[in-house]
């Protein structure tokens, strides 16, 4: 049977002497391996579609849950990403963090749309990597159940609050925060909040849409990840490589 899909690479491995294995997030699919024959042959045409991150209608040839790509054509290859180390890097968090979410299978259109919009504005809109990366992380949290309970406190509803817990996903305020000693507290201000609440209800083709301070996107970017993270309870080895090179330090 023959299937045509729209797709970006996650995961490019070698196999064998002249094939490729590629982890693809597709639009009807979901998350699937490609098998792409003979790709590292010298004049093969479908190189540029095989590469990471790249943006590509597929034709595949499925056979007992099996797929063999038979012809592709590039969408876009984000070139810009490419040939920057920090951007690169990120990028790659962001492909690992998206592999970790996809479920094999499974259309996740909204998971795709998400990695393709924050990809763009990291390399077309030259958005700051700070803001990109949070906002990654958080809509990416709430696309996959973990949206986080921002209406107030937690605990008495008040909406003067003073820290998110990492844990609970929750609001609260500062004398309630007292009573949640265990687990991760972090404080957070009110542009903070306002941005987090945006990012988890704004519409996809608004996602960049706001302003926030220089102060807020540091608290902000630190819960994130700080949520991320916790939620899927493991860290990721594309953040650390890219923490060394953001922020030159050995972690």
Do not use: W
């Amino acid at each position: 049977m023959f299937v045509k899909t729209k797709g970006l690479v996650l995961r490019s491995t070698d196999y064998g002497d002249s094939d490729k294995l590629l982890t693809v997030l597709t639009d009807s699919l979901g998350k699937i391996t490609v098998k792409a024959r003979g790709i590292k042959h010298g004049r093969n045409t479908m190189k540029a579609p095989c590469q990471l991150m790249a943006y590509s209608e597929m034709n595949l040839m499925e056979q007992q849950g099996r797929y063999v790509l038979t012809e592709a054509n590039t969408i876009e290859l984000f070139t810009e990403l490419q040939g920057d180390i920090e951007l690169l890097s990120l990028s790659s968090y962001f492909l690992q963090v998206t592999e970790t979410a996809a479920q094999e299978e499974a259309p996740e259109p909204e998971l795709l749309s998400l990695l393709l919009n924050v990809l763009y504005a990291l390399g077309k809109l030259r958005k700051p990597q700070a803001l990109v990366k949070a906002v990654f992380e958080l809509r990416l949290c709430v696309l996959v159940g973990f949206l986080p309970d921002l209406e107030g406190c937690g605990d008495c509803g008040d909406r003067e609050v003073k820290y998110f817990h990492i844990m609970d996903g929750q609001l609260y305020c500062p004398d309630c925060g007292q009573n949640h000693g265990d687990g991760i507290r972090m404080p957070l201000g009110r542009g903070t909040l306002d941005a987090m609440g945006y990012i988890c209800y704004a519409p996809a083709k608004q996602l960049f849409s706001f302003r926030i301070s220089d102060k807020a996107l540091e608290e902000l970017g630190a819960i994130t990840e700080a949520y991320l993270c916790t939620r899927f309870e493991r860290g990721f080895y594309t953040l650390d490589f890219y923490k060394t090179l953001f922020y030159g330090v050995n972690l």
